[in-house]
């Protein structure tokens, strides 16, 4: 008789609900990974409403925090009982993709037509996180060590939010002395914000209209924080900039206004970096673009995975040079997690993230 | 009384005519040239249409060739009656764009909904070459002298057509053993295709439908040549990568088509380099853009100017790596250029550049 | 009449001393600054000894705070009565060095055997700033205007120590996460550990052995600070770093025990950041360079200069990122410089910088 | 009764020996390879002469192009029969270094006072490839297919000699237009020569003294080939520059000389790029180091190895940008290998590389 766990499950649209599943065998790459603390993603939520598509079965979830079960057959390096977290993004380490440095776009290639992001595999093509048990494949690449005294909920942003805000700056390539303005701030644009201030923007201008983020901005880094329900936007950063522009600008929602924004503030040579998960095609006006001549750059980045990244991320939290523990606003049981569903997808009661414990 | 020259200068849309013209004073910084040999590009063709908009009664063209004939009284280590050329593109060298390596980008700082491009000044925004004499500004930053040996001609392409065909492929950040798509054939297109075979890149597709340009076009590099009137493109180059997509895109027309296309068969991770100049908002479809879940980058380039990138284009056509000289397919001299705007105006007689001497 | 200044005039070694000479004439592109603040670095110390040759007669000194007196008649977008400062290195801007990105490289090219440091021209190729007055050459690509409400003291360090410094953490790339050495914590390392921590280095570990210098680089950003009079410093750092070495290693000092000692502690593929002048050939050990196969990577840069450069570095201290004020922990009118070249060329009284005013 | 194969095995200094070895056991990740062809190194005459030490019993060799005999039990997306190479260089794809991008310093973290080069295990800590039989660890990151019709000596040079000498010309970072010089024009240097044409060097200058290495080097790229027995070097460089020295200069033999001429004519802000494996401490002269104010790198790189490499190097081969045949000078069977490390190792009768036929 297999043993069964607590799982939440994508049923239909509208519809993730927890139920039993077997706990997974573990094949000769991979570890089982007991579940103490994840989380619920804004992605999770596009799940949920149906827009970005799964199979109807599938566990959802990419943000694990837990205690390695057990390892499989050929995995070294590690042992049972450790505490470990993994990455949203699994990487292989052995595909092509990954040994020329593209550790986000691994797994089977692209093909034309098909859904592309083969690193992206917890709650997207195969079982997630927001249950008793995770496996974890290819785990010698994937799971990291958590360091001595740090607790579940101060690791609990590095699989995702962490690891995907900070990209944002790195993918910008901001150097000392930039301008950088971050538009959104939730959990993944806040940290878009601390990454800028870690790496040396030295004017962070932020966008929001909720008055705790607006608040959490600058406690993570952010020089001004501009509401966009009472000013215009781009007007007031060109104004904050000497009519310059900013030499980074990072869109952290996934919506044309803000898309459209940050290429409008961007001064000639500077950079797009684009974190949001789009649900439509995107417009790319005439003048902001400049027709082409503005020698911008535009650049999206998925959430870089693998354990080399997640023990990076941990130490600038065991470096105290970033705490993201306010980002956690609410706490839940597993049993709880249709109740945190409805919660974070309507956005309630100022939710920045939730964290969920089996 | 003042002496006149000749001059091709922008009436009014749909009007260039040849007339006289005061020939400039020279500042300490400038220099005077006298034009030997120049060229039309594709941009000038946008300007007498109207889609690009400049003042009324300025000289029109960015692509000199010519003679040191005065230098201004600040200006050293040149000397008069020196062969030299200047980039389309005259940078200051002293402006904060400049100094942080932003060479195209120069000039008064963007002000928002003002025209940005302040590098691009030749025919935009100061008189230009396509007269009997070129003021040149910033003459120690942009003037760079012609290596013996070397004909006008065999110069011709580099102001522009060279600089920006090979920054396509050099902001695409081409490696070896790369595979590129570049989209478009006309002489900047060819120079792409050049360029991306001069860094390496080993499968080189390119695309047009004009058989002369298809032609030059393996010459230039390509290995593969999809004439896009007779098949998917898409479907083609993937076919081409065993569905794997190409590491660059080089958009080398300025249409929505071509930029689409380019989306359509970049990997995940790949670059995205633009060189066209738009004339219509652009669209990005969702799926082509994986969502913004891709790791693309989009890059867009104006022709990279200076008197060192000059030497060392001129350095390429010197050591006998590229011969451009197929790409002048015809002759006029200056009294004949409402001739010349005519016929590359509208296409005819397989033309990819003309030659233009005063 | 031609009008007087005084200045520290190299007289032959061991030897500067003040004295008399004209203010001098402004070329159409330079600008005369009346300096108002400035100090002595280690650098003059090496001319003071004869170590490191310049013509005698010439005025010392390359930190410049000042007025501008007197612009160029090709000089735009100044007015006379700005407070600016002008970066250690003044690149012309329209050199081939300058316009391939290699600010500090600038002026004559290197001819074999000869000086080659084109870019540093103050109290090395011309007179120098320890005087009433300096003219500043190539005034466009070099004056920075100094931000309202920054006081002398505070952007004082900006022209080399903070350029320098900072540089020796962008050249070695430094990315979030990274572990650093420091070698050294004078002036330039003090502000080459702010450097890393400000990239977001998370584990900075400094040596040096004087307490207050120790002190401070604690302040600075070092998060743990060996004294090399007390411990072994290799064997120090690869127990910090569990036996893994630095990504990045900084050379502050230009000797060879630090040189070999950050070979040592460099993890293979790690970066050697070397910042010191040499006064001697160095040995690189075999076994510290792993014979040549470990991807180590040494670099060396001269202090960044340019008018950008010195705008960036004064956003830095108008942000309050970074203040280095504790820096300056001597004053002196330059009436008194002799005395302050005994004080900070004997390394008394725990001097850090001193401020100099005219 | 375990089978047996052919192996040359190092036995003590001055002693390589042919003998009989069990086949190995295939683990879980591994893949066993029969060999095809192989070839002796450069690196492998140092193990000979005990220079660089293994352990007594070692199979020699790291350049494998075979056949797969046994795949893993993990091991998925190969199949029995399939020709394949691999890298000299194996990452396991899984390590903290290689999910930095460090793929050639994997394996074991560097303990202080080890060997650390990780990457490299064939005939280094593992049996290598002078054999019937390889055992290929990590084979999901190493093995790579041959393209059809490419035939094993097209792809010999692959594993190491095309692999380090590219990587002479990518860390050196060669960009269109640049001035190049390769010192030493062995195997490895005829391929930073070629890499160097491939990157768009446009002027390459080489320096040998054998006159057949001299004309292939011709072939491979090089405009100027300088004879070192017979002309000053540094010299010659400095004339052929105009005084200006090189962009790039990639040493490529492991010696003193050819390091510090490889120094003395790079430019300020140039890179020195090493390959060589050295056996002595090196010194840098204080003065062609220009006293660390030269903005200069130097930047060693050990062989980039793992599948994707491998991938396009043989692209490279396939699409006809190279051809490295003329390399392979010499034949033997692999009963023949004593013959060929006596012919090899004294580098008689013209030797570059010889191919070793099991």
Redo the contacts between chains.
């Keep these: 008789m297999t043993a069964k766990m607590k799982a939440a499950i994508f049923v239909e649209p509208n519809r993730i609900v927890l139920d039993e599943k077997p706990i997974p065998d573990v094949?000769?790459?991979d570890a089982l990974v007991r579940i103490t603390t994840t989380t619920i993603c804004g992605t999770d939520i596009h799940i949920l409403k149906g827009e970005?598509p799964v199979a109807r079965g599938l566990t959802i979830g990419h943000e694990p925090v837990g205690i390695i079960e057990k390892l499989g057959?050929?995995v070294e390096g590690y042992r049972e009982g450790q505490r470990v977290i993994a990455g949203a993004i699994t990487?292989?380490?052995?595909s092509?993709?990954?040994?020329?440095?593209?550790?986000?776009?691994d797994g089977p290639?692209?093909?034309?037509?098909f859904k592309?992001?083969?690193g992206?595999r917890f709650g997207n093509t195969i079982d997630g996180a927001q249950a008793e048990y995770l496996l974890v494949p290819?785990a010698?690449?994937n799971l990291s060590p958590i360091p001595d005294g740090l607790s579940d909920e101060q690791v609990l942003m590095c699989p995702d939010i962490m690891s995907t805000g900070?990209s944002g700056?790195?993918s910008g390539r901001i150097?000392?002395?930039d301008t950088v303005a971050v538009f959104a701030q939730g959990p993944i644009g806040l940290c878009a914000t601390a990454?800028a201030k870690?790496?040396?923007a030295?004017?962070i201008i932020t966008v929001d209209s909720v008055p705790s983020r607006m608040e959490i901005s600058r406690r993570m880094g952010a020089?001004h924080v501009i509401d966009f329900s009472k000013a215009d936007v781009?007007?007031e950063i060109?104004r904050l900039t000497d009519?310059?522009?900013v030499d980074v600008a990072i869109e952290a929602l996934?919506r044309q206004e803000t898309f459209e924004a940050a290429l409008?503030v961007l001064?000639?040579?500077g950079t797009l970096s684009?974190?949001?998960?789009?649900?439509?095609?995107?417009?790319?006006?005439?003048?902001a673009?400049?027709?082409?001549?503005?020698?911008?750059?535009?650049?999206?980045?998925?959430c870089p995975g693998?354990?080399?990244?997640m023990?990076?991320?941990m130490?600038?939290i065991?470096?105290g040079?970033l705490d993201t523990r306010p980002l956690v606003t609410h706490r839940f049981t597993l049993d709880q997690i249709e109740e945190a569903y409805d919660l974070f997808g309507h956005q309630r009661d100022g939710v920045l993230k939730v964290a969920i414990t089996p």
Excluded at 109 to 113: H, L, Q, S, T
Aim: net charge positive; charged share 25%.
């Design positions: 094949g000769p790459l970005y057959s050929a990487p292989s380490g052995h092509n993709a990954c040994l020329c440095g593209c550790l986000s776009q290639r692209m093909k034309y037509g592309p992001m083969g992206w290819d010698m690449a900070f700056a790195e150097r000392i002395g990454g870690l790496m040396g030295t004017k020089d781009v007007d060109m009519g310059r522009g996934g409008r001064r000639p040579g684009s974190l949001g998960v789009y649900s439509k095609d995107l417009t790319i006006p005439l003048d673009f400049l027709a082409g001549l503005g020698d911008h750059t535009i650049v999206t980045t998925l693998g354990k080399e990244r023990r990076r991320l130490d600038v065991a470096s040079r």
